[in-house]
């Protein structure tokens, strides 16, 4: 069945340093790809996407890369600041459909 | 986000109770979705609909049912709730006509069963 991997399922990192979250999804079929950030006790915001025709995605310090032939895609974040602090989901669409298949989240510290 | 509520926000009840959770959107969305997020499994498809007369079953619809009164309203039934049913509901939504397929949540509805 359809399924999205996410890695790592934590992260630390100190302020102004770079960081990487990696998603892996299964279905050849897939076409979009969002990133949602949650901060604590709120609800996911989207905050990038990558749709199968693009190899990258940029918007200011955040970035997306897709490997459509391994089936992988990325977030990209430089310069963490405090507040990047939050869980990341990563995303893909299930055959071309609009029904979505999270991953499992990425719980993200940004040390000062 | 206001334009996407959800009622209750949180709700304690007993094993065995019939439960409504409620969502509303303003957005004038045509596609609507449910979901619940547990600790270390993140947000899973309950059920999602993209029209008045289309519902579909997502990840985990087993002990769920749901209603699309109307464009703007899609509820979230859970018949008979057990103690595994605990969980972060979020109700989202998505316009099938926008540039980009931006899905909006509501607040969310901490539900507990005992």
């Known amino acids: 069945g359809e399924n999205v991997e996410q890695h790592p399922s934590t992260l630390s990192v100190q302020e102004g340093d770079s960081a990487v979250i990696k998603c892996t999804y299964s279905?050849?079929?897939?076409?979009?790809f969002p990133w949602y950030k949650q901060e604590l006790g709120k609800r996911p915001q989207l905050i990038i996407d990558?749709?199968?025709?693009?190899g990258e995605k940029k918007d200011q310090r955040i970035a997306v890369t897709l490997n459509k032939t391994a089936k992988h895609f990325s977030l990209h974040i430089t310069e963490t600041q405090p507040e990047d602090s939050a869980v990341y989901f990563c995303?893909?669409?299930?055959?071309?459909?609009?029904?979505?298949?999270f991953g499992t989240g990425t719980r993200l510290k940004v040390l000062a | 986000d206001a334009d996407v509520t959800q009622t209750p926000r949180n709700r304690i009840t007993k094993t065995g109770k019939r439960i409504m959770l409620e969502c509303s959107q303003t957005?004038?969305?045509?596609?609507m979705y449910w979901y619940r997020q547990d600790p270390g499994l993140g947000l899973r498809l309950i059920y999602y609909?993209?029209?008045?007369?289309?519902?579909n079953k997502g990840e985990i619809s087993d002990g769920y049912s749901v209603s699309r009164q109307a464009q703007a309203k899609f509820s979230l039934s859970l018949e008979s709730a057990i103690p595994n049913q605990t969980a972060l509901y979020f109700c989202?939504?998505?316009?099938?006509?926008?540039?980009?397929?931006?899905?909006?949540f509501g607040p969310g509805t901490r539900l507990t069963v005992l």
């Open positions: 279905d050849s079929a897939s076409n979009y």
């Open positions: 609909s993209f029209d008045v007369k289309d519902i």
């Open positions: 989202a939504t998505e316009s099938s006509g926008a540039s980009t397929d931006t899905q909006y």
């Open positions: 957005k004038g969305h045509d596609r």
């Open positions: 995303a893909a669409t299930y055959s071309g459909t609009y029904k979505y298949i």
């Open positions: 990558i749709r199968s025709n693009v």
